[in-house]
């Protein structure tokens, strides 16, 4: 083991070194957002582009996506593509909603949602790990396995019970709401004072510190803990070593079975923890099909990440931001991003152009020129079109942000033990 820390330490100092210049990135780009955002309210005089409520609406639809995410990569950083987290949202929401309803505490329904989830990705390691079956067949049959298991639980338990039935539970009980005190009261002059930037910082701060449920605050130190345990221990640079290249971990003494299966039962209980949020969280209730696919969209938005922490907390808050606005201001609000979009993708065309890509700078400036049309020649968008957007958004970083991707080397791919 000494020969393995000896060897495996030097691996483990860079991501150490450029930890600084990561931090300083990610104000930068929050700076630049910020800005932005604050530029956009006052042009187009849509204000919950900022306020506080839209913050807190935005974390409310991010939260889950993020668990989801966290937990796609936690098993990919172990080599396991888990499409199952669906799947084990879909457990977390049931169980959630169900020992929450039946103890009378949500913290019963959230270990019991954990649970279940870890049981989904424990299902999910025996199949890839142990028998080797298909990483995508095996999360996709989790997935329309359980969405069944869950309907037919719900016709069997809540039968006789009032209020509930084969597709929704009974009204659970919440978490506790907490809010830092003071914080409304300061900067609530400040943030209607509509100052450009400044009353902006002030909304988004009173949206990240009142009226927060329990959860939620739980739910966003999962991300840094995440960081913390993966990047910063030997345990998580074992871990890391199994999906980067497990031949080589294995040969210093890493038991990489047991890795994979760590990191897929972690990966299926922080996406059932998602769905506890959606269950007890946004909607204090059990309801078939609540998911909404937000299994396979926090997979995107780790894919938007790097497969790093930070990343897809950027990743999830994108699609958390656009829903939330679809959903506060409908198609007025969704309508301002597109003169949003348009100046952003003119100045990749033009950052394009000086790396001598022609033909995307060109793509760029006509996609740019296009929605600065679009934006003058209406007032709102469609409500179809209004409802996508959040998936749209997505889809369009994703292919803008692929060209900078870097998957761990072994995910996905089958292994087994040399045989001495």
């Known amino acids: ?74 098993a990919e950083r172990a080599g396991i593509i888990n499409i199952g987290l669906e799947g084990m949202m879909i457990l977390g929401t049931w169980f959630g ?78 978490f506790p709401v907490l809010s830092v005190p003071g914080v409304a009261d300061a900067l609530g002059p400040v943030a209607s004072s509509g100052i450009p930037v400044v009353g902006d910082l002030a909304s988004l701060v009173i949206g990240v510190t009142t009226r927060l449920s329990a959860l939620t605050i739980i739910a966003i130190l999962m991300i840094p803990a995440t960081y913390l345990v993966l990047w910063k221990t030997a345990f998580g640079l074992r871990l890391r070593s199994v999906g980067e290249n497990p031949d080589a971990a294995e040969s210093l003494g890493v038991p990489v079975y047991t890795f994979k299966y760590i990191a897929v039962v972690i990966s299926g209980g922080l996406a059932g923890m998602g769905g506890v ?10 309801q078939e099909g609540q998911t909404g696919g937000r299994g396979y969209i926090g997979l995107a938005a780790m894919i938007f990440g790097n497969w790093r922490p930070g990343g897809l907390a950027m990743g999830a808050g994108l699609f958390g931001y656009t829903d939330a606005l679809q959903i ?71 292919s803008l942000a692929s060209q900078r991707l870097r998957p761990p080397a072994g995910v996905g791919k089958q292994w087994r033990a040399s045989r001495s």
């Open 1 to 74: 083991m000494s020969q393995e820390l000896n060897v495996m330490e030097p691996v483990a100092k860079p991501p150490a070194r450029l930890s600084g210049r990561s931090v300083w990135r990610l104000l930068s780009l929050f700076g630049a957002v910020l800005v932005a955002l604050a530029g956009l309210r006052v042009i187009t005089g849509q204000d919950m582009l900022t306020d506080a409520g839209t913050v807190r609406t935005t974390l409310t639809f991010a939260v889950p996506i993020a668990l989801a995410a966290l937990g796609g990569l936690w």
């Open 277 to 286: 949020f959606l269950a007890i969280v946004a909607s204090q209730i059990y």
């Open 328 to 398: 506060r201001g409908g198609g007025a609000a969704i309508h301002a991003l597109l003169l949003l979009l348009a100046v952003v993708l003119l100045a990749a065309a033009l950052w394009q152009v000086r790396r001598d890509r022609k033909g995307l700078a060109i793509a760029g400036a006509i996609a740019a020129v296009l929605l600065l049309v679009w934006y003058f020649t209406t007032d709102s968008l469609p409500r179809e079109l209004a409802t996508y957007s959040p998936h749209i958004a997505t889809l369009l970083v994703l």
């Open 97 to 174: 909603a169900y020992f929450a309803w039946s103890t009378g505490s949500p913290w019963i329904g959230l270990a019991a949602g954990v649970l279940a989830g870890m049981a989904g990705g424990l299902l999910h390691a025996v199949a890839t790990v142990t028998f080797a079956v298909d990483h995508i067949v095996s999360g996709v049959a989790i997935n329309i396995l359980m969405l069944g298991a869950m309907r037919y639980l719900s016709i069997l338990v809540y039968a006789d019970v009032p209020g509930a039935g084969a597709s929704q539970s009974p009204t659970a009980p919440s």
